[in-house]
């Protein structure tokens, strides 16, 4: 009923740049914020960014803070992050996230209504 698919991972080069995609299929997108999280291995799943309903308010971790940006396209029911300026630390399986809270709020939660599979992005030389 619900899908959420990640696409655009893949192999950077330290100070390069990434844009990942998530395609949801669900119905009433628009009354959905959305978002990102990531986990490396051995360390805990934690939140990168998220965007509010219309796309007029967006949120990010510090770790990313300046570097990444978050957007959204509610005709294609599809949320964007551009990784900019990446770090060997950005590193990991980035997964996307739908939920009807305040993206505010993303920032301090640990489980959310919706989960992609996760696509993994791996910065190195």
């Known amino acids: 009923q619900v899908q959420l698919v990640e696409t655009g991972g893949g192999l950077v080069q330290p100070g390069g740049s990434r844009r990942l995609s998530c395609l949801a299929s669900?119905?009433?997108?628009?009354?959905?914020?959305m978002g990102w999280f990531r986990q490396a291995p051995g360390k805990e799943r934690e939140f990168v960014a998220a965007?509010?309903?219309?796309?007029?308010?967006?949120y990010y971790a510090d770790s990313v803070n300046g570097r990444f940006i978050i957007s959204r396209d509610n005709e294609k029911n599809t949320v964007y992050l551009r990784m900019n300026t990446l770090k060997p630390e950005d590193t990991a399986v980035y997964f996307c996230?739908?939920?009807?809270?305040?993206?505010?709020?993303?920032?301090?939660?640990?489980?959310?209504?919706?989960w992609g599979q996760g696509t993994q992005v791996t910065v190195s030389s």
């Open positions: 996230a739908a939920d009807r809270r305040t993206a505010g709020s993303w920032y301090r939660m640990h489980s959310l209504a919706y």
């Open positions: 669900i119905l009433n997108f628009n009354y959905y914020s």
């Open positions: 965007i509010n309903w219309n796309g007029e308010s967006a």
